[in-house]
């Protein structure tokens, strides 16, 4: 459980709160670059940490991310016109780079200097990965840009994609740190899912309904190990990494690509699942593409036209009581993603903290919750950067290994904890 | 779907508004917790955390009869009055300082095994403490603890038992 004033800390990230500030340490994904496909596109409207903000390619491929309204009389820009460098606003015709800087002022004449006075609040953009990425804090604060393995492999090896989740960040994340909630609802999946199946580890998996966790701090956020027993006495490990403030990774099953989430406030009572896949060392098959493309895995399909799941609280999920009651799925939800969202979701838009009941098999997300309180007053009181922002945490995988009964298995798997280029993931 | 909003159940009770209308009764009783420390170190940690909520909590092992070599016998000689204070709470919570052994948990940890009392072993580590430390604490708990948590310091212990309820 935690306190009302607790709960509040960690779910709002609004400008000027506590979490929110956290959250402005970090580059964050923003956008999928598919979603600004060319120079002088559309802009498009997103809303980040509570902030409505356009993100906007001008004309000569400059990416921004700036305050969605006019200056003048608070007109949306995205009903601007993209041209010749800059937003024009179709109103009055105020034009804006993609720094937010005010550039023309049509009614005004040039030597009045009120063109100059006027600039948007802008946050930077970069693509990296095939992901748009922008940083919401202080300027002079701004930490290296991101170094994920995902983002930084070839693009034949990696495929990202993202989703609306109708609920507070927090409840999305801790499903991503919640390694016990896997043998429950996702068990009908481990041998159907084209994206997991097949692996030696799934039998490990399947042979040991008792696993026991153990939680480790690490210098970026936790490492949560899942054991299991193996042969001759050993372990079979799965090992997740959660990054501060809301990068977790899935350990992987064989030669499977490696899947991984972002978990990004939209707003309170909404955040951006961001679900990424990628293999460390070879290319994606054609048939991983296709089965991420039509829902497997951690990805789901859509509403056409948006990134709301197809299945959503408005048509109950498409829950299938048939395919519950014969555990086809055990929550009568179909795919990970949705069965995870459809409960985060039922939790209402921020959960209630103060009435849970958490056991002693919950301390992942215990300790997550404590290091990101810790965080946000070591930032606000002292100024204190939070972990996360270096770019050693950011190298770094999850895993799935057999050890010998008595190692940590932080130091003995510390090595396949890192990302290394070329090197394969260690998978069983 | 609500054949008289047109809504979906889930749409309609996920809201903000819907949830104001919860149950305000409570869902839980009070739970208990059976602290020990397992070397020297842990002894005050314990002490205190016993010391800030005494109504749920209890230590297991008084601070004065932790004293050196003479603490394993007298484990050994309390051992009927532990194994009752540990039925009679809802957990028991291991605290061990990484590097120091562990071994005198042995006959608590595996008697609260086989009557089913779950163990949490919380081992304080931290970035001085050398490789192979964690280790060989954890091996000697890894039998009986149902959960394992390596903290880098020692006020996870109080703020573990506050999200629990203990």
């Known amino acids: 459980m935690l306190r009302r004033e607790q709960n509040d800390i960690v779910t709002q990230t609004g400008p000027g709160s506590q979490m929110g500030n956290l959250f402005r340490c970090y580059w964050l994904p923003a956008l999928l670059a598919e979603e600004l496909p060319a120079d002088g596109c559309p802009p498009v409207r997103i809303k980040l940490l509570s902030e409505r903000l356009l993100a906007v390619r001008d004309s000569e491929g400059r990416l921004g991310l700036i305050d969605e309204f006019c200056a003048h009389r608070g007109v949306s820009l995205w009903f601007g016109r993209n041209e010749d460098g800059g937003l024009r606003c179709p109103y009055h015709g105020w034009k804006y780079g993609v720094d937010g800087a005010c550039q023309e002022i049509p009614s005004e004449p040039a030597e009045s200097g009120m063109c100059a006075k006027i600039n948007l609040k802008s946050y930077p953009l970069i693509e990296r990965g095939g992901v748009l990425w922008t940083y919401m804090g202080p300027p002079e604060l701004q930490p290296p840009e991101p170094e994920w393995e ?3 492999v070839p693009a034949n090896q990696s495929l990202t994609t993202k989703r609306l989740q109708e609920s507070n960040w927090l409840q999305a994340l801790e499903g991503g740190i919640d390694s016990s909630h896997v043998s429950w609802l996702h068990s009908g999946n481990l041998n159907s899912d084209p994206l997991f199946k097949g692996a030696k580890g799934n039998q490990y998996n399947l042979n040991d309904a008792r696993p026991v966790f153990e939680v480790v701090e690490n210098d970026g956020g936790l490492l949560i190990g899942v054991r299991r027993n193996a042969e001759e006495g050993h372990y079979y490990w799965r090992i997740t990494p959660w990054v501060m403030p809301c990068f977790t990774m899935v350990p992987p099953r064989g ?19 961001w679900s990424f896949d990628y293999h460390p060392v070879r290319p994606l098959h054609a048939y991983e593409v296709t089965a991420m493309r039509e829902g497997k895995g951690i990805h789901v ?7 709301r799941p197809a299945a959503n609280k408005d048509n109950d999920y498409l829950m299938d009581r048939e395919a519950q009651r014969l555990k086809t799925t055990y929550s009568g939800v179909a795919g990970i993603a949705m069965q995870d969202a459809s409960l985060q979701e039922s939790m209402g838009p921020i959960v209630d903290r103060t009435r849970e009941n958490l056991v002693s ?44 009964p008595n190692e940590a298995f932080k130091d003995s798997a510390a090595e396949a904890l890192k990302a290394r280029p070329g090197v394969p993931q260690a998978s069983v | ?31 208990s917790a059976s602290l020990i420390a397992l070397d020297a170190d842990s002894v005050a940690l314990v002490a205190h955390a016993v010391a800030s909520a ?34 009679r709470s809802d957990m028991v919570v291991m605290v061990a300082h990484a590097g120091h052994g562990a071994a005198a948990a042995t006959l608590l940890g595996e008697a609260c095994r086989l009557r089913g009392v779950p163990v949490t072993a919380l081992v304080i580590a931290g ?7 964690v280790a060989r604490t954890l091996a000697q708990l890894r039998p009986f603890a149902t959960m394992i948590v390596v903290a880098n310091g020692p006020d996870y212990v109080e703020d573990m038992l506050m999200a629990l309820r203990a």
């Not at chain 1, 030669?255 to 699942?273: K, L, R």
């Not at chain 1, 399909?301 to 990134?307: C, H, M």
């Not at chain 2, 749409?11 to 009070?30: G, K, L, Q």
Request: charged share 20%; glycine share 6%; net charge neutral.
């Open chain 1, 361 to 404: 098999t919950d301390n992942g997300i215990i300790m997550a919750r404590l290091r990101l309180l810790r965080a946000a007053k070591a930032l606000a009181e002292k100024g204190t950067l939070p972990p996360g922002t270096q770019t050693e945490h950011q190298r770094i995988r999850s895993v799935a290994m057999v050890l010998p």
């Open chain 2, 127 to 133: 970035d001085a403490v050398p490789t192979g430390h």
């Open chain 1, 301 to 307: 399909t859509y509403v056409p036209g948006t990134y």
């Open chain 2, 54 to 87: 005494p109504d749920r909590r209890r230590q297991m092992l008084l601070p004065d009869v932790v004293q050196g070599s003479e603490w394993i016998a007298s484990l050994q000689s309390h051992a009927k009055a532990l194994l009752d204070d540990a039925e």
């Open chain 1, 255 to 273: 030669d499977h690509p490696i899947h991984g989430h972002f978990w990004v406030p939209i707003d309170d009572e909404n955040c951006w699942a």
């Open chain 1, 150 to 152: 995902f983002a930084t």
């Open chain 2, 1 to 31: 779907m609500n054949p008289f909003l047109g809504q979906s159940e889930s749409a309609r009770v996920t809201t903000a508004a819907e949830a104001r209308f919860r149950a305000p009764y409570p869902n839980s009783r009070s739970r």
